[in-house]
Nanobody, 113 residues
Framework: VQLVESGGGLVQPGGSLRLSCAAS????????LAWYRQAPGKQREFVAR???????IYADSVKGRFTISRDNAKNMVYLEMNSLKPEDTAVYYC????????WGQGTQVTVSS
């Protein structure tokens, strides 16, 4: 399994970013995929999950601001982030639900004025 995250950057509070995750090495349609994040000095935490079909779930802290999606034809997972806050600053990772695959390098998101 290979996971490659991209799309992070520096953005002002209230701004937006779109993260991408390119996945390979497994049957994409069989897995619930998720985004996680890890802020400095904190444990990695769940952000959002998306099954092939079915219910999408978000962490309360991002509900209404973030949107997870997937393109099953391209083996891609996305995270659209709007109304960003300084507390969203973290390295963002994609993985399966449960985080059992080897973690990618992540993509840094910094929200600061």
């Amino acid at each position: 399994v290979q996971l490659v995250e991209s799309g992070g950057g520096l953005v002002q509070p209230g701004g937006s970013l779109r993260l991408s995750c390119a996945a390979s090495g497994f049957t994409f349609s069989m897995y619930v995929l998720a985004w996680y994040r890890q802020a400095p000095g904190k444990q990695r935490e769940f952000v959002a999950r998306i099954p092939y079909t079915g219910t999408i779930i978000y962490a309360d802290s991002v509900k209404g601001r973030f949107t997870i999606s997937r393109d099953n034809a391209k083996n891609m997972v996305y995270l659209e982030m709007n109304s960003l806050k300084p507390e969203d600053t973290a390295v963002y990772y994609c993985n399966n639900m449960g985080g059992t695959w080897k973690w990618g390098q992540g993509t840094q998101v910094t929200v600061s004025s």
